[in-house]
């Protein structure tokens, strides 16, 4: 009852403030540049057709009341033989509230840490080498960049900030997985965890948990690890009924239901990704544009009230 008085309290504040509603798309419209293929250079690491990438560019394109550009440029990095366009959802909701979202497609299935972690400098040289008057031009702000990615994805994004945290202000891990059985910490799969815990001083950065176990998220390497090493200030949700897969949208706009090999939950992947989008674009309003958060903590008390969600800022 308590949080419930400080949620009608937050509601009163409503009306005294600007406030967003991040549940909904943002006043941007949005463009996709999908048709940017580059061959890394073999200094990457890369060898054959690891080198081959197809890069997605999702970005504002002009609306009423959407901020102008050049855009923070987040980079989303999928899960484990996961495609870019499971996350479009993602990348969606953020370009309409103002950033430019760089994803890619490898060749190859399996490339290890070591040799993906240096692919984001190369696609970076490759993307601001665009020539003038490309769809690309001028729109990225490279002085504002994070990192993202669900999965493996999340432990890349949190790989990346840990090594270059000049380069990188904050990330958002979505169920984020550290080394497991299939991919045991050594030189080409570097723990994710004892890099943010190398960190000084520490970052901060949004991070969600899935509370169905399965073989896909094993707690040796789940979430848990990353949240010790967040900077105070970071947020952490828990979606208790979500399972490891639920944050993939195979069909984009279709939520076709995967096979149960994450485990079964009990939250519905409609809401999963969209507690996942709501959150995500909240946390980069706030931490790249010191946006209101009023609407956004009167939202998210609902959700603890309703046991949808748990949720966490770090003291
Ligand atoms: C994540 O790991 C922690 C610590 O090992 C464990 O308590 C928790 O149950 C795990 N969560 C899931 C979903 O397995």
Redo the contacts with the bound molecule.
């Keep these: 009852m308590a949080r419930l008085a400080g949620v009608l309290l937050l509601l009163a504040g409503l009306g005294l403030a600007a406030a967003t509603d991040y549940t909904t798309n943002g006043p941007c419209a949005m463009a996709r540049v999908d048709k940017l293929v580059t061959v890394l250079p073999s200094s990457t690491g890369c060898r054959l057709n690891e080198c081959l990438l197809k890069v997605i560019v999702t970005l504002p394109s002009g609306g009423d009341g959407c901020p102008a550009g050049p855009y923070p440029v987040v980079w989303f990095f999928s899960g484990f033989s996961s495609r870019a366009g499971f996350y479009s959802y993602l990348a969606n909701r953020l370009a309409s509230y103002g950033y430019a979202v760089v994803q890619y497609n490898p060749t190859a299935l399996i490339i290890t840490d070591a040799v993906e972690t240096t692919f984001v400098a190369a696609i970076r040289t490759f993307l601001q080498g665009q020539p003038a008057g490309s769809p690309l031009d001028g729109k990225l702000d490279w002085s504002r960049e994070a990192t993202a990615g669900h999965s493996r994805g999340g432990k890349l994004a949190a790989l990346q900030l840990a090594a270059a945290p000049a380069e990188f202000e904050t990330a958002f891990l979505i169920d984020p997985i550290d080394n497991t059985m299939f991919s045991p910490e050594g030189p080409d799969y570097p723990s994710a965890v004892k890099a943010l815990a190398a960190l000084d001083p520490k970052k901060a950065f949004g991070l969600i948990g899935?509370?169905?176990?399965s073989a896909c998220?094993p707690?040796?390497a789940?979430?848990?690890g990353f949240w010790a090493e967040a900077a105070p200030g970071s947020w952490f949700e828990f979606i208790p009924g979500a399972t490891h897969a639920d944050f993939i949208n195979i069909v984009p706009g279709a939520n076709i239901p995967l096979p149960p090999v994450c485990g079964k939950g009990t939250t519905p992947a409609e809401e999963v990704q969209q507690l996942t989008a709501t959150t995500m674009t909240a946390w980069f309003e706030s931490f790249f544009r010191g946006a209101s958060m009023l609407e956004f903590d009167a939202w998210i008390l609902f959700k603890v009230e309703a046991d949808v969600v748990g949720y966490e800022v770090k003291q």
Excluded: D, L, R
């Design positions: 899935a509370g169905v176990p998220n707690p040796e789940n979430y848990t």
